[in-house]
């Protein structure tokens, strides 16, 4: 069985096909249209597909994905393989949703914080008892460097940098090093919180700034650059196991 599985992002696409639990091949992309849908429907003969995004796309993508396989527009009533415990669900992000289904499954009967450096850098905690109890959404590290510069008369807008000093010499060394040190020290200080409730937790990273993060926290992480698009290729495989044992029991 090939699935598709699609998550829209704020700043790019991700799409990827598994046969079963097994990734195939992903793919970037800048936008998701009706093109892109038929474009990767012509590469495997799928049999079930799943979106999940953070905001408006083209609505006519779907529409091609239906007509073709069992399909899943991901949501908050959608059945999960977790036990989600948000207490506002319709407004909880599916990407992190996902992260954490993905951790779940990769790391099954284990404590899991997963950390998403994206955009918004992202903390969500799935038990092992496979529940979501929820997280934090603070600024990604562009996020804060874009704020200083629209928020202050002077200060520029810089890129995120290595850097190994405590503070800086010029404006722009002193905002990286306001920025970097502090999302780090930031980072590591709330993983040491989850670490002092949750034992023999594990730590997964994602998201685009995931590898900015590797190395240079002091706490043990895993990176996992894909666990959103595994835990969607779970949801999905979820939906079909119901779709499955219902069509049974009629």
């Known amino acids: 069985m090939t699935n598709l599985v699609i998550d829209i992002g704020n700043s790019f696409t991700k799409t990827a096909f598994f046969d079963n639990t097994e ?33 408006s796309f083209d609505s006519d993508a779907t529409s091609v994905l239906q007509d073709k396989c069992f399909f899943i527009e991901l949501n908050h009533q959608t059945p999960v393989p977790v036990k989600n415990l948000y207490q506002s669900p319709e407004t909880l992000g599916m990407d992190r949703l996902a992260g954490v289904t993905g951790a779940s499954a990769f790391f099954p009967g284990k404590n899991v914080l997963v950390v998403d450096a994206g955009t918004c850098i992202t903390f969500d905690i799935v038990t092992d ?3 979501y109890l929820g997280g934090s959404i603070s600024p990604g590290l562009n996020m804060r460097f874009k704020a200083l510069n629209n928020f202050t008369g002077k200060l520029p807008f810089l890129d995120i940098t290595n850097i190994d000093y405590l503070w800086g010499k010029t404006t722009e060394e002193s905002v990286l090093a306001g920025v970097i040190n502090g999302t780090l020290a930031e980072t590591d200080e709330i993983i040491n919180s989850y670490h002092r409730l949750f034992p023999e937790l594990i730590v997964v990273f994602c998201g685009g700034d995931m590898f900015f993060f590797d190395k240079k926290l002091k706490n043990k992480i895993f990176a996992f ?20 044992n219902k069509k049974k029991a009629i």
């Open 129 to 131: 008892k496979k529940e």
């Open 23 to 55: 990734l195939l091949e992903s793919e970037v992309h800048d936008t998701f249209t009706i093109s892109t849908a038929k474009q990767l429907l012509d590469k495997h003969a799928v049999d079930g597909a799943i979106m999940s995004s953070v905001k």
């Open 225 to 244: 650059e894909k666990i959103v698009l595994y835990g969607l290729n779970e949801i999905l495989k979820h939906n079909v196991q119901l779709h499955k």
